[in-house]
């Protein structure tokens, strides 16, 4: 009995025989496949270059003339990175309605593999936390550079450990705002509680712990980044706002040396401003746009004055 050659070729549908050409070196039977060009008797490599087939296409019907590339692109913001599979519901590819049957059956489908795609807990807990990050980056109207920077933020503290005896929510809230400190882009604690589960006390405290266990590069928040909100919240003349950052820029020595909250420098700046240019905003009005005290925006005000004085 013969025995059996182990080196046996099995089918592979990306190797094809090349019935034209033949080894130089030993007239062997010379085949390709998506890398190379070899002889299989003596193993010599004619062409080493792997072959483009162009990009794969497909059509969302058949009478579709505009041809699209297969799949979405991949992104942090979502825990498989967007390339996980999804379950129809009440209709096949081709638009046919499905069977009661049938649909009974994909249910069943869709539950098992909704388990097996979250198959552990720290993919589950990292699915609570980017879906949070999307709610509240969404609701606050976050670019989508902004988004995933915030959702990768996350994941770093997850692989350091830094969710262990937290919650998912603390350390999302406190993702979305270092984020904001990180890109000079300032909103202040109690905004991000308004789109969080949580008070503003835990979002700072999330923020606390990530800067302290990551040891973040956080620039620090000076008055002038946050006048452009608090002007926009007010609906003040640009002629209003160009005062307020001259005069902060005059009385930012002293402003920063008080070490009082830059928003209500800017809170009190833009008081001034609107006084010199004929728009008489409220200290009230003010404050709500700042989110800060009445007398917070009170005693910068005077600060400025005296500055500018």
Not at 107 to 119: C, S, V, Y
Not at 137 to 161: H, I, V
Not at 189 to 210: C, H, M, N, P, Q
Not at 214 to 226: D, F, I, N, S, T
Request: hydrophobic share 30%; aromatic share 4%.
């Amino acid at each position: 009995m013969a025995s059996r050659n182990i080196y046996e070729q099995t089918f592979d549908e990306d190797v094809q025989e090349d019935e034209q050409n033949s080894c130089p070196e030993c007239d062997g039977r010379v085949t390709t496949n998506a890398h190379e060009t070899v002889c299989d008797d003596c193993g010599l490599i004619l062409n080493d270059e792997a072959l483009d087939h162009g990009p794969q296409y497909c059509k969302a019907d058949e009478n579709a003339s505009e041809r699209r590339r297969t799949g979405a692109p991949n992104t942090v913001a979502r825990h498989d990175h967007g390339i996980g599979s999804e379950i129809g519901w009440k209709k096949d590819s081709e638009g046919r309605t499905i069977g009661g049957k049938k649909r009974r059956q994909l249910g069943r489908l869709r539950r098992e593999h909704t388990r097996a795609k979250i198959g552990s807990k720290a993919n589950r807990n990292l699915l609570s936390g980017l879906v949070e990050i999307r709610r509240m980056t969404s609701a606050l109207g976050f670019s989508e550079s902004l988004r995933n920077q915030a959702c990768q933020l996350f994941r770093t503290a997850q692989n350091e450990d830094v969710l262990r005896g937290r919650s998912i929510e603390t350390i999302a809230s406190g993702s979305v705002y270092a984020v904001c400190r990180l890109n000079e882009y300032p909103r202040t604690f109690e905004e991000i509680a308004r789109v969080s589960k949580l008070d503003d006390g835990k979002v700072r405290l999330g923020y606390t712990v990530l800067n302290r266990e990551l040891e973040l590069p956080v620039p620090p928040a000076g008055p002038k980044q946050y006048l452009p909100q608090i002007a926009s919240e007010t609906d003040v003349s640009n002629e209003t706002e160009c005062q307020a950052r001259r005069l902060l820029e005059d009385a930012l020595g002293e402003v920063l040396r008080n070490g009082c909250n830059p928003a209500g420098a800017a809170a009190g700046a833009l008081y001034v401003a609107g006084q010199d240019t004929g728009e008489n905003l409220t200290q009230a009005e003010i404050a709500d746009a700042a989110d800060v005290s009445k007398v917070t925006v009170r005693e910068r005000y005077r600060e400025i004055e005296r500055t500018a004085n």
